[in-house]
């Protein structure tokens, strides 16, 4: 009879570090054949978050051979200049891979800048197309954050097959997609949001909790099962202003059987997943 652990720790940072030396070897293989992967990551204003995530991810393609381009913007970009702009990246052969970091000034249509992203370049896996190839089960590219929390999942050892998955949270980048992948793993899924009654009554039953809403203590102890995996995506602050996810971690630490920090958890893994796709976009075309 093997004893239950708990509180056991899903290292990010770690897992993430094991995958980038995958990928530089992969990178450095494609490089042989005369192909550099190719990231274009642009950046429109100056939002101060945004600036630290297109740093790390810029940082991160260097670490691992992986060339980017990085093209900022002032604020008063015109929708008409940056679609061009995008249209000429579509085209481009030493680029893999296209990512226009959000939140965008208010005069510019996210929806109509992702859609405008060719479907071979779309590494963030926002677009409907590559929704739809995810929805109807086709390869495409899968959204970051989510396929990261599926790499962190399948770390633990679990198998999903039969087990009862809960997603909290219902946005199009991280909450849906996130509910298809699981159901792609063969898990049940329910996924519960601001209008869910009674959250706890569904999540003290599974076996794997996502918590991603961006609002802090969304999960506490007394809503989780014992020795259940609970993956953290949120980004929050504390009273003390310090970095917190979606769940009480202190409390739920004691209960789970697995947990992600905040920081240190989802957060490397997404940026990787993007690596990743940009990879694999890269060695499609070749």
Do not use: W
């Amino acid at each position: 009879m093997t004893t239950q652990k708990f509180g056991q720790i899903i290292d990010g940072s770690a897992l993430s570090s094991r995958l980038r030396g995958d990928i530089a070897t992969r990178v450095q293989a494609l490089k042989a054949r005369g192909v550099t992967p190719g990231l274009a990551v642009i950046l429109v204003g100056d939002d101060p978050a945004s600036a630290v995530y297109v740093r790390n991810k810029v940082k991160a393609c260097a670490d691992t051979g992986v060339h980017s381009v990085f093209e900022k913007f002032d604020a008063s970009l015109s929708e008409a200049e940056l679609l061009s702009r995008i249209a000429a990246l579509n085209v481009d052969p030493a680029i893999h891979g296209i990512l226009v970091q959000m939140p965008l000034p208010k005069h510019i249509n996210p929806h109509k800048v992702i859609e405008a992203i060719s479907t071979a370049k779309d590494v963030d896996g926002y677009a409907t197309l590559s929704a739809g190839e995810l929805m109807t089960g086709q390869p495409g590219f899968r959204p970051c954050t989510p396929y990261g929390c599926m790499k962190l999942i399948e770390s633990t050892g679990i198998d999903l097959r039969g087990k009862h998955a809960v997603v909290i949270g219902r946005s199009n980048t991280v909450g849906k997609p996130m509910a298809l992948l699981l159901l792609q793993a063969n898990a049940t899924v329910t996924i519960c949001h601001s209008a869910t009654v009674d959250m706890g009554h569904y999540t003290r039953q599974a076996d794997v909790v996502v918590a991603a809403v961006g609002k802090r203590n969304v999960l506490t102890a007394d809503m989780v099962k014992p020795g259940a995996v609970v993956i953290d995506v949120g980004m929050n602050r504390n009273d003390e202003g310090k970095l917190c996810g979606d769940v009480d971690f202190a409390g739920v630490k004691e209960i789970a059987g697995f947990i992600t920090p905040v920081p240190g958890g989802v957060g490397p893994m997404t940026i990787t997943m993007l690596l990743v796709n940009t990879l694999e976009s890269a060695e499609r075309m070749a």
